[in-house]
């Protein structure tokens, strides 16, 4: 699997939050979350997910995601 470089780890701690809040937020689970930062893909609908848990609106999708 390709590696995929993006912002959310720095995006997430800027708006001082953790892991589990944002999984919570997003409805998906915290380990969904650390694979993501790590670089592992993901599907469309868990993008649209963690972008409105940031509190984000979907036009700024690459503030997070650079694909």
């Known amino acids: 699997m390709t590696k995929n470089a993006n912002n959310l780890k720095k995006v997430r701690e800027n708006l001082l939050m953790s ?10 689970s915290p380990l969904t979350i ?5 670089g592992y893909g993901c599907r ?12 984000l609106k979907l036009s700024e999708k690459e503030k997070v995601f650079r694909d």
């Not at 892991?19 to 998906?28: F, P, S, T, V």
């Not at 650390?34 to 790590?38: A, G, Q, T, V």
């Open 19 to 28: 892991k589990a809040e944002l999984a919570r937020k997003a409805a998906i």
């Open 34 to 38: 650390d694979r993501i930062e790590k």
């Open 44 to 55: 469309v609908d868990t993008k649209r997910k963690i972008i409105q848990a940031l509190g």
